[in-house]
């Protein structure tokens, strides 16, 4: 289910819901998403998901959704909800998160992130080594707990790599944000 993107094929489908996810009107929309696949709102997101990619979805159920996406869309326009207005804001509170971490980081000259990274770094580069060169455990546990560690650590590192360069999505903008606070601070 990991590398299913559930979010891309409910997009595709119904466009209108898919725009609040990660907004605060997304609990909205999973109840219209639930009420279309389920026959009742109170569906959980990950019982939404769990149907979604399943791909067990009937062309009834996916008939259901296109036109509950077109009443949400009419209901939200209604109440004076713009999902454009809306996603975008949600666009522009995540690069104003990121400004600020940055906006931090050149004010305060903290050097915790840099030994942050290095740290990450560092157990990175050991568990790829123990993964290379050591012998995984017999117990499926133990490789299952070791595994999400790695996992865990990799996102980390993504993480703090995205800090420090930044990401694909708003890498511009926030680096510019930066560049003109460095700017200022210099001045």
Do not use: C, H
Request: hydrophobic share 50%; net charge negative; glycine share 8%.
């Amino acid at each position: 289910m990991a590398d299913f993107d559930w979010k891309k094929l409910i997009g595709t489908v119904a466009p209108a819901v898919a725009s609040t996810f990660g907004t605060p009107a997304m609990g909205a929309a999973v109840a219209v998403l639930s009420n279309a696949i389920f026959g009742r709102s109170d569906a959980s997101a990950d019982d939404v998901v769990a149907a979604v990619a399943g791909g067990q979805l009937t062309a009834e159920q996916l008939a259901a959704i296109r036109k509950a996406d077109n009443d949400f869309k009419v209901a939200m326009g209604q109440q004076g909800i713009d999902l454009a207005k809306l996603e975008a804001d949600t666009e522009a509170a995540y690069l104003r998160d990121v400004q600020d971490a940055r906006a931090r980081q050149v004010a305060t000259r903290d050097y915790m992130p840099q030994v942050i990274f290095f740290l990450l770094l560092a157990v990175y580069a050991g568990e790829v080594a123990l993964f290379y060169f050591g012998k995984m455990p017999e117990d499926e546990f133990v490789r299952a707990l070791m595994t999400r560690a790695f996992s865990t650590v990799e996102i980390g590192l993504t993480s703090a790599i995205a800090f420090f360069i930044g990401s694909s999505r708003g890498s511009k903008a926030s680096g510019d944000a930066v560049r003109r606070i460095a700017e200022q601070g210099g001045k």
